[in-house]
């Protein structure tokens, strides 16, 4: 139970629950169908009272979907060391009926995942289309088990989600050496009106990743173009975790970004150059899951500042769950001069209920 709560209420957020509730629809001579996704609502309030343009803004409670999902997996055996396997899912809003248009014709508003590949025990994995950074899913990986805010670390997104191809070796005693990129292209545009001045880019990313025993290790890096919403330099990352029980589980990671001089910052929430910190735990007992990180984040053009994450998770059955989150992003340093109500200002919570099937 403690393990599986750990991969299903704490790192549901990557789909490990969808791993575990799938249906399979169709299971013969070596292909199979899964369908799985989870149907996730809650209530979100406070965060920031001000917005980039420095106008302040309400923060009052919202009724909210909490990433709700539908998927598709799809496999089938071509040899008895290769498998050909496919995956597509879809983002839907839960919470309302209203579209665009307001005639209530939203359905499905986002296409999460969409790729397909080559799986051998032997020779590893080959994968192409629209997936999941793997500098998340290999290095930053042990800090992403919140459901909304609180990663500082480059999350899923980063340089990845579309037009990309990767690859990973086999497990080889513990270790998984992993490479992608992605390719962002300027077909069909026309010169000197959609094009920019580096053309056709590619952002490569790659590393390894140690996970023996208690112990799991990552190292990586990602060039983080512009284009790809970076600043154009080198994002590296050392992060891991140690299991000292069953119940309990220490992470600790570093992570910096080269600073680019000639950057000109996109808003008030972006950054050049950095150096972050990140330390916590997370500490499951029958039912309940408790999570908790700490930041310091240092910046070469900004003010330094400190992020706190607090998670608690409560199984209700193997398919449902209640969560409470709470984070603050750029929270005061706690010293003499600083109040309860300095604490608790930019505080956003998050709670609500989840059911995956």
């Given amino acids: ?29 070596g292909t199979r169908l899964d369908v799985y996704g989870r149907i996730a609502m809650g209530v979100a309030g406070g965060g920031p009272e001000f917005n980039n343009a420095g106008q302040k803004i309400d923060d009052g409670a919202e009724f909210v979907d909490v990433y709700s999902r539908l998927g598709l997996r799809m496999s089938h055996e071509v040899s008895r060391d290769l ?17 665009p248009s307001g005639n209530g014709n ?43 805010r609180g990663l500082e670390f480059a999350g899923h997104p980063k340089q990845s989600r579309g037009d990309s191809i990767g690859y990973y070796t086999p497990n080889l005693q513990g270790w998984t050496a992993f490479l992608q990129a992605k390719h962002y292209s300027e077909r069909g545009e026309v010169e000197g009106v959609g094009t920019t001045e580096e053309g056709a880019v590619v952002a490569p990313q790659g590393g390894v990743r140690y ?13 983080d173009v512009e284009r790809g919403g970076g600043n154009g330099e080198m994002l590296y990352g050392l992060i891991g975790s ?17 600073n680019n001089d000639s950057y000109d910052l996109r808003g008030a929430n972006d950054e050049n150059g950095y150096d972050k910190v ?36 409560y199984n209700v059955s193997s398919n449902f769950d209640v969560f409470l989150e709470l984070n603050d992003g750029d929270a005061p340093t706690v010293d003499r001069d600083v109040t309860l109500g300095d604490l608790t200002d930019d505080v956003y919570w998050l709670t609500g209920a989840r059911y995956h099937f």
């Fill in 242 to 258: 140690y299991d000292f029980t069953d119940q309990f589980t220490a992470r600790l990671g570093y992570e910096t970004r080269d």
């Fill in 106 to 148: 939203s359905g499905f508003n986002e296409v999460r995942q969409s790729y397909l590949g080559l799986q051998s025990d032997q020779f590893g994995t080959f994968q192409a289309g629209n997936f999941d950074s793997f500098y998340n899913q290999f290095v930053s990986l042990p800090f992403y088990w919140e459901i909304d």
């Fill in 83 to 99: 498998t050909a396997f496919g995956r597509v899912e879809w983002r839907f809003s839960g919470d309302e009926r209203t579209g």
């Fill in 1 to 29: 139970m403690k393990k599986t709560l750990l991969a299903t209420a704490i790192v549901g957020a990557l789909g490990a629950s969808a791993a575990a509730q799938a249906a399979t629809v169709y299971d013969q001579d």
């Fill in 278 to 313: 990140g330390v916590g735990g997370t500490f499951t007992t029958g039912p309940w899951a408790f999570a908790a990180d700490y930041y310091n984040v240092d910046r070469e053009e900004l003010d330094d500042s400190n992020a706190w994450v607090l998670g608690t998770y």
């Fill in 211 to 223: 996970a023996q025993g208690p112990i799991t290790v990552g190292l990586g890096f990602v060039e």
